[in-house]
């Protein structure tokens, strides 16, 4: 085909443009293993020191219990929300549409340190205590238009006959909901999950603001950064960070590729 | 009859989508327009006195400070996005034409990846790669090319433009490569049959109908950077500071809070008109989407 007689340059361009994105996180293995406590080249030796340093660190574990305290519960609370959004904005023809689910998914396109500031100044205001639930409810906020995208994906692609037929043969509108479309839009359900989670866990401008004196893995390694003593266990964890990740990511890929599949789509897109 | 039907379709999605709506009221739109009211109050001590006033407004807008900082995120934003998503159209160019069908979900799998690792530590380690004693440092001096670190790599305007770049990379990627997956193959077909050179077919009917895709990407890319409060922390040393670190001094360390909010709310509407102006610029473009 001709198309692809000219791709040679491209396909260059395209594994120096992979290199770009991976350069930093190749660095973090080599640095995490490596013995010596300045982060520079020459490796020295390997080591798994920091590895036991980063495990025996209790400020770091604590981090850890809040960040995934945070975490699950605001990618359930997103997740269950963006279930009625997707469902809603899919099946049903409403007034004021675009603007509901405009406001609903501006988080999306909006400046974080907006979301962050405008939502400390009120919490303030109203003398409430900062805490783990206030960073509960600002990263609800931002997880769910990325829950939404993938569930209405989900939701969309459902044949609507099938509930009719579960209608027709006696259901009711709830279970037919709960034996029919919530099995066939389950692996949404579970990658909005994952990618909820996932977000939550990084998040970083909303936990520094709004956590009041709780560490979250991100605030806790931005404290961190300052101490170049810090730094080797600093990259310890982010190895362990993106082990961690890659495998929820294919996790997720996985249910939304058996989804697709059962509902007759492609293998492409995805994640978006 | 049809207009029962629509009563009752209407209702029944209002009632649905009525608890996400509601908690984005609270949790955004309430917050936001406090915010928006603050900025139109007098600063006190301690407190925020309920006096209007613009003086606000006129402070954001004289003090020369705040303009260079306001100028400083707007451009690096500019050229963030600029870099980012002309980086990003070949790629996503290669993945929607070059590669097998079969294989274009694990591309895109590879191209998000680095995204979804701890972006605070995926910032520093551009800290790690460009620091005095970093790897292009060390490398360099270890094989004998440079006696001297360089130092114009770190805490600069550049380094910034990098890591941003990086950061946002996907973001640019997938927008476009959803738009070029949409283009019917046969257009371009027919463009080469019509005797027009691989150039001139992409220049004249692939672009075109790549522009939403692009214009989106550039949105996305635009905005979060224009905010981004890690970066300038991080790379810049706390010397380079952009908006975001601004409006955060001015509401916490100053306790400013309608200097600050004013701040974001001048942010936020130049981020809003830039956005309108680009869209409109780009009309012609997004007119025939479906």
Not at chain 2, 39 to 62: A, K, P, Q
Not at chain 2, 82 to 106: D, G, H, N, Q
Not at chain 2, 202 to 228: C, E, H, K, N
């Amino acid at each position: 085909m001709s198309i692809h007689s000219n791709g040679r340059g491209l396909q260059i361009y395209a594994v120096a443009y992979l290199l770009f994105l991976y350069a930093p996180i190749v660095l973090l293995p080599l640095f995490a293993f490596n013995s010596g406590t300045i982060i520079a080249f020459p490796l020295q030796g390997f080591s798994l020191q920091w590895f036991d340093e980063m495990w025996g660190n209790a400020t770091l574990r604590r981090a850890l219990t809040n960040s995934l305290t945070i975490a699950v519960a605001s990618s359930v609370l997103a997740t269950c929300l963006g279930i009625f959004a997707a469902r809603a904005s899919t099946r049903f023809e409403f007034p004021m549409k675009g603007g509901i689910m405009g406001l609903i998914m501006l988080p999306m396109v909006l400046p974080e340190i907006i979301v962050a500031m405008s939502l400390l100044v009120v919490l303030l205001g109203m003398g409430v205590q900062l805490s783990l639930l206030t960073v509960i409810l600002g990263h609800t906020l931002i997880a769910m238009p990325y829950g939404i995208a993938i569930l209405s994906t989900a939701f969309s692609s459902l044949d609507r006959s099938l509930e009719e037929a579960a209608y027709d043969l006696g259901e009711t509108k709830w279970s037919a909901f709960r034996l029919v479309t919530l099995p066939l839009v389950m692996p949404g359900i579970i990658s909005s999950l994952l990618i909820s989670f996932t977000i939550s866990l990084d998040e970083f401008i909303i936990a520094f603001f709004l956590a009041g004196n709780e560490p979250t893995l991100p605030t806790y390694i931005f404290s961190q950064l300052r101490f170049p003593r810090a730094i080797p266990v600093i990259m310890a964890l982010g190895t362990v960070l993106v082990v961690l990740s890659i495998v929820l990511l294919a996790i997720g890929e996985y249910f939304r590729r058996r989804g697709n599949a059962r509902i007759g789509g492609s293998a492409t897109g995805g994640l978006m | 009859m049809a207009r029962a039907r629509f009563d009752a379709e209407a209702r029944a999605g209002l009632t649905l989508i009525s608890p996400p709506f509601f908690y984005a009221l609270v949790i955004l739109a309430a917050p936001v327009l406090t915010i928006l009211t603050y900025s139109f109050l007098t600063d006190g001590y301690l407190e925020v006195l309920r006096e209007f006033t613009l003086d606000n407004y006129r402070e954001v807008l004289s003090d020369p400070i705040v303009r260079v900082v306001m100028t400083r995120s707007l451009v690096v934003a500019g050229i963030v996005t600029f870099a980012t998503v002309a980086l990003a159209f070949p790629i996503a160019y290669y993945v929607s034409f070059m590669v097998r069908p079969e294989r274009k979900a694990m591309w895109l799998f590879l191209i998000t990846i680095p995204f979804w690792t701890s972006y605070l530590i995926r910032v520093f380690l551009w800290k790690v790669i460009l620091g005095y004693n970093g790897v292009i440092n060390s490398s360099l001096t270890g094989l004998g090319i440079i006696d001297e670190p360089l130092t114009f790599i770190l805490y600069n305007v550049n380094s910034i433009v990098l890591t941003l770049a990086h950061a946002y990379a996907p973001f640019a990627i997938l927008p476009i490569f959803v738009a070029l997956e949409k283009i019917d193959r046969s257009l371009l077909e027919a463009g080469r049959d019509l005797g027009e050179s691989r150039a001139m077919t992409f220049w004249r009917v692939t672009l075109p109908l790549t522009m939403p895709g692009v214009v989106a990407a550039s949105l996305i890319v635009f905005i979060p950077t224009i905010g981004d409060y890690v970066t300038p922390e991080v790379i810049g040393g706390g010397k380079i500071p952009m908006i975001a670190n601004m409006i955060q001094v001015q509401m916490l360390a100053l306790d400013n809070r309608p200097l600050g909010s004013a701040l974001a709310v001048t942010a936020m509407l130049a981020v809003a008109v830039i956005s309108v102006i680009f869209l409109f610029l780009n009309r012609r473009f997004l007119r025939t989407r479906q």
